[in-house]
């Protein structure tokens, strides 16, 4: 197995630009999370879907981020406009979530490093 | 809510001498616990999780963590650590009910000394 896949894995760009991070989760797993790393503030929960659909997106910083996940194999996570404060590693991780078992354990892409000018 | 306490932020251990990292947990019930250990430039990679059983719970790299419910805590061991065992190491804790995510705690940065 591949692992959690994620592109780029560096992405430098200026404010204002759109960034569009992907993400592709192991096969098989019905859960996806995307995280924020920076050194203030750890390792932050952007938003997480269960079976392509969104569940909680309340750790997304505001508007300017979105996520979709259109199908079981593929993620993105969009920045626009972009600002020099969104700098950080984006990491995705997939995992398998059930209702009922609860907590499944998650498996980390190798992130994407995220510079803004 | 649901919440970890790494309380050393960096650790210091000379190579081949004993290591243990401190992890509390706040949940209700039993939770699920995992340890990952962070690479510099890389991804969290699960050492160990405990769902249930035996509290004393093997992972990879030579590393064990056990659970003990009077203390909240899960603490990870290694009895000889090796230079390569530098990099940033995670306790999370998860609900073993319902659509639950991971609640990290900080991060406890380990320092191999020659």
């Known amino acids: 197995d591949a692992g959690v896949i994620q592109s780029p894995r560096h992405e430098v760009t200026e404010m204002g630009q759109e960034v569009t991070l992907r993400c592709k989760p192991i096969s098989g797993h019905n859960s996806l999370f995307w995280y924020r790393q920076t050194m203030m503030r750890g390792l932050e929960l952007l938003i997480y879907?269960?079976?392509?659909?969104?569940?909680?997106d309340s750790g997304m910083p505001e508007d300017r981020f979105s996520a979709k996940m259109p199908n079981a194999s593929f993620s993105t996570l969009k920045i626009q406009p972009s600002e020099p404060r969104d700098s950080a590693v984006y990491f995705c991780?997939?995992?398998?979530?059930?209702?009922?078992?609860?907590?499944?354990?998650?498996?980390f892409g190798p992130g994407t490093r995220l510079t803004v000018l | 809510a649901q919440s970890v306490t790494q309380p050393d932020i960096h650790i210091t251990v000379s190579e081949g001498a004993s290591l243990e990292l401190r992890c509390n947990y706040s949940?209700?019930?039993?939770?699920?616990l995992f340890w990952y250990v962070q690479s510099p430039g890389q991804g969290l990679q699960l050492l160990l999780k405990?769902?249930?059983?035996?509290?004393l719970v093997q992972g990879i790299k030579g590393f064990e963590a056990e659970f003990k419910r009077s203390q909240s805590s899960f603490n990870l061991r290694k009895p000889s650590v090796h230079w390569s065992d530098a990099a940033e190491y995670f306790c999370?804790?998860?609900?073993?009910?319902?659509?639950?995510?991971?609640?990290f705690g900080k991060g406890t940065m380990l320092l191999v000394s020659p």
């Open positions: 949940y209700g019930a039993t939770p699920y």
């Open positions: 991780a997939s995992g398998g979530l059930n209702r009922l078992v609860g907590t499944d354990t998650q498996y």
């Open positions: 879907f269960n079976n392509n659909v969104p569940i909680d």
């Open positions: 999370a804790v998860g609900a073993p009910s319902g659509y639950s995510t991971l609640t």
């Open positions: 405990y769902f249930s059983g035996d509290t």
